[in-house]
């Protein structure tokens, strides 16, 4: 897919929910001779196991990492992989706007791959949008429209054209997921299971690329947080601790002396001020 037009396309055109399900179907099982909804594009978003579609004649095979858009009506054959249930979010959309933006999307197919941080992230705005759409009503109508967007949003700024699989690339994404997740405490399970790997290996090729354990490098991101914080902000150093995901604020002022060799207090007044 051509991302720029994609991204110029869902910028002029004005879309909404036009309906959604989370579907899980038996393995083996197939479809074949059929077609695509009417009137609406759509968005298939893996949960788990493995299908494949097949559009217009062209295969994609999907799985949890691996998002599939299509057009209205159009030719569709599908099957599930292996023995495992196939579980999918699909999302149906409307396009109104100029002509050539709804021919584009309507025309389109093809598949977009996610790292497992930035899919993980994605699954939770499924997630929510599907919560939203249980209650109806004007202002849940609304909110399944921003969430639209939010998905879309995600999509377009993290789907891939191709899949990147390096063991770098992993980690890397983790190390993303890690920076804007701290505050959650992940553990070092979560995060190996998110990158697909046993703790083992995980916790090896993070050392090896990042130079520190998993579990101290999100020590060190919730330090650097709370020194931006202790210079740039005047709250008190418990809801520094709570905002950093330390809920006992004697602990963290222990583990900030550890890192800094300086107390929370003694770092803000040294250098509140001038930070430089």
Same mark, same amino acid.
């Given at each position: 897919?051509?991302?720029?037009?994609?991204?110029?396309? !869902?910028?002029?055109?004005?879309?909404?929910?036009?309906? &959604? !399900?989370?579907?899980?179907?038996?393995?083996?099982?197939?479809?074949?001779?059929?077609?695509?909804?009417?009137?609406?594009?759509? #968005?298939?978003?893996?949960?788990?196991g493995k299908a494949r579609f097949t559009?217009?004649?062209?295969g994609y095979e999907l799985e949890p990492?691996?998002?599939?858009?299509?057009?209205?009506?159009?030719?569709?054959?599908?099957?599930?992989?292996?023995?495992?249930?196939?579980?999918?979010? $699909?999302?149906?959309?409307?396009?109104?706007?100029?002509?050539?933006?709804?021919d584009y999307l309507e025309k389109l197919?093809?598949?977009?791959?996610?790292?497992?941080?930035?899919?993980?992230?994605?699954?939770?705005?499924?997630?929510?949008?599907?919560?939203?759409?249980?209650?109806?009503?004007?202002?849940?109508?609304?909110?399944?429209?921003? $969430? /639209?967007?939010?998905?879309?949003?995600?999509? #377009?700024?993290?789907?891939?054209?191709?899949?990147?699989?390096?063991?770098?690339?992993?980690? /890397?994404?983790?190390?993303?997921?890690?920076?804007?997740?701290?505050?959650?405490?992940?553990?070092?399970?979560?995060?190996?299971?998110?990158?697909?790997?046993?703790?083992?290996?995980?916790?090896?090729?993070?050392?090896?690329?990042?130079?520190?354990?998993?579990?101290?490098?999100?020590?060190?991101?919730?330090?650097?947080?709370?020194?931006?914080?202790?210079?740039?902000?005047?709250?008190?150093?418990?809801?520094?601790?709570?905002?950093?995901?330390?809920?006992?604020?004697?602990?963290?002022?222990?583990? &900030?002396?550890?890192?800094?060799?300086?107390?929370?207090?003694? !770092?803000?007044?040294? !250098?509140?001020?001038?930070?430089?």
């Amino acid at each position: 897919m051509n991302k720029d037009k994609l991204i110029r396309s !869902f910028t002029d055109g004005c879309l909404g929910v036009d309906d &959604f !399900f989370i579907i899980s179907v038996l393995p083996y099982t197939k479809v074949y001779d059929n077609r695509t909804k009417p009137g609406a594009c759509g #968005l298939v978003i893996p949960i788990k196991g493995k299908a494949r579609f097949t559009l217009c004649g062209e295969g994609y095979e999907l799985e949890p990492g691996v998002i599939l858009h299509a057009g209205p009506s159009m030719e569709l054959d599908k099957k599930v992989l292996g023995e495992d249930i196939w579980e999918f979010a $699909l999302l149906h959309y409307y396009v109104r706007g100029p002509k050539e933006v709804q021919d584009y999307l309507e025309k389109l197919h093809g598949k977009l791959y996610f790292s497992p941080a930035s899919y993980n992230d994605l699954l939770t705005l499924v997630k929510q949008l599907h919560h939203v759409r249980r209650s109806p009503g004007p202002l849940n109508e609304l909110r399944s429209k921003a $969430l /639209l967007y939010s998905i879309i949003e995600q999509m #377009l700024s993290h789907g891939m054209d191709k899949k990147k699989n390096t063991d770098e690339d992993t980690i /890397l994404s983790m190390v993303e997921y890690i920076d804007s997740h701290y505050d959650r405490n992940p553990t070092v399970m979560e995060l190996s299971e998110l990158a697909g790997m046993d703790i083992k290996r995980f916790s090896y090729l993070f050392g090896k690329i990042m130079g520190e354990c998993p579990k101290k490098y999100i020590t060190m991101v919730k330090i650097n947080r709370a020194k931006e914080l202790l210079i740039h902000d005047t709250i008190s150093v418990t809801e520094i601790s709570t905002l950093v995901g330390i809920e006992d604020a004697l602990y963290f002022s222990r583990l &900030f002396k550890k890192y800094t060799n300086m107390a929370p207090s003694v !770092f803000r007044e040294r !250098f509140g001020k001038n930070p430089w």
